[in-house]
């Protein structure tokens, strides 16, 4: 069986983005792959946190993945900080990867352009991620189109590292999904939605309720002529639409756009599919928030799994770069 991992940060809800370019995805892949999937918190500490918060959101995105369909029994649901040799490991790719790959990484460059203090974790952020990846001895990585350049880093990294060290890492590689890799923000479609866009209307969360997520929909910016066509250049707005309800309905957005000759329908529509895939998640969240233990007791049997697999991982590594054993 093929391996996979992917990751998501506790910073912010979880948005349509996360969810069509990644989550859902994850959540088909667990039946058929063996799946890992760390709560990302080193790397959310690369922006400055509130600890209680930190604390907050770490459970609270556990509890939205199992809301979304990640089964702890069935795939490796876990805390990134509870197994510490990501961060062993990261050092040590550290010590592989170029300062000036590492500045060509355009989400550093987009992340770090309007902020006062820039930490150096910030900068090796791609490194930890890399880390994440191969300490399981990853085939793929399921994410969306944002994550290609930092896999095609990981990629380079280890490629480097077994060259020097002989065949100690596994080489993964990226799966980007066909439709719903890059959900747009619905009053900028020009630019990705994220966390970050705070209460904006441009962002539908996870916990929308169905009139916050109809109104959103209702009132994403669209082009001044009518005409229903995919292309992303001319037509950002609707072609976002029409991603979404793609992705939304395992459909794709060309052959969507032949359907409709008009923007109010593909918006109804668009509506209808996002309130009745979220529904569900809403629910089984309410559930979950009742019982925090029962969370907490899974991420910790989580951690159990995957400390085990990262320890002799670490192990390999140490051993081929030559490190004198413990004794
Ligand atoms: P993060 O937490 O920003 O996002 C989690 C996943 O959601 C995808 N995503 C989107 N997909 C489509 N449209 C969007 N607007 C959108 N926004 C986010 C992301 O591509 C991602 O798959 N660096 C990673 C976390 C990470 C990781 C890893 C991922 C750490 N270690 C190891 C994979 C493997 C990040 O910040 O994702």
Redesign the pocket.
């Known amino acids: 069986m093929q391996r996979i991992?992917?990751?998501?940060?506790?910073?912010g809800d979880?948005?349509?983005?996360?969810?069509?370019?990644?989550?859902q995805n994850w959540v088909a892949d667990q039946h058929t792959h063996e799946s890992f999937h760390?709560i990302?918190d080193l790397?959310a500490v690369t922006v400055p946190q509130d600890p209680r918060e930190l604390q907050a959101a770490t459970l609270r995105l556990a509890q939205m993945l199992m809301a979304a369909g990640l089964d702890p029994d069935v795939c490796v649901l876990f805390v990134?900080s509870h197994v510490p040799e990501h961060t062993q490991l990261a050092w040590v790719l550290e010590c592989t990867a170029g300062f000036g790959e590492l500045r060509r990484m355009h989400?550093f460059k987009d992340k770090s352009a309007d902020m006062d203090f820039v930490c150096a974790g910030l900068f090796t952020?791609?490194v930890?991620?890399?880390a994440?990846?191969v300490l399981y001895d990853?085939d793929v990585?399921?994410?969306?189109?944002?994550?290609r350049q930092?896999?095609e880093l990981?990629r380079d990294i280890t490629q480097r590292f077994n060259a020097r060290y002989g065949e100690v890492l596994v080489v993964p590689e990226h799966r980007i999904p066909p439709a719903?890799?890059?959900?747009?923000?619905l009053q900028e479609p020009t630019r990705?939605?994220?966390?970050s866009a705070g209460e904006a209307p441009g962002t539908i969360w996870l916990l929308d309720e169905p009139d916050v997520v109809r109104r959103k929909i209702r009132r994403a910016v669209t082009d001044s002529h009518s005409e229903v066509r995919f292309d992303r250049e001319a037509k950002p707005g609707v072609s976002n639409l029409l991603e979404i309800l793609g992705a939304a309905t395992g459909s794709t957005p060309r052959d969507l756009a032949d359907v409709y000759d008009r923007y109010g329908p593909l918006k109804n529509d668009c509506a209808e599919a996002v309130v009745e895939l979220l529904a569900p998640i809403r629910q089984r969240f309410a559930e979950l928030r009742a019982d925090p233990a029962e969370t907490q007791r899974a991420l910790a049997t989580g951690a159990g799994t995957a400390g085990e697999i990262a320890a002799a991982t670490m192990g390999r590594v140490r051993e081929a770069m030559g490190f004198l054993p413990r004794r």
């Open positions: 991992l992917s990751g998501i940060q506790p910073s979880v948005h349509l983005g996360n969810l069509l370019g990644a989550l760390p990302v790397h990134q989400q952020y791609p930890l991620q890399a994440d990846i990853t990585v399921p994410v969306g189109d944002d994550q930092h896999i990981t719903g890799a890059r959900v747009m923000d990705k939605m994220s966390k």
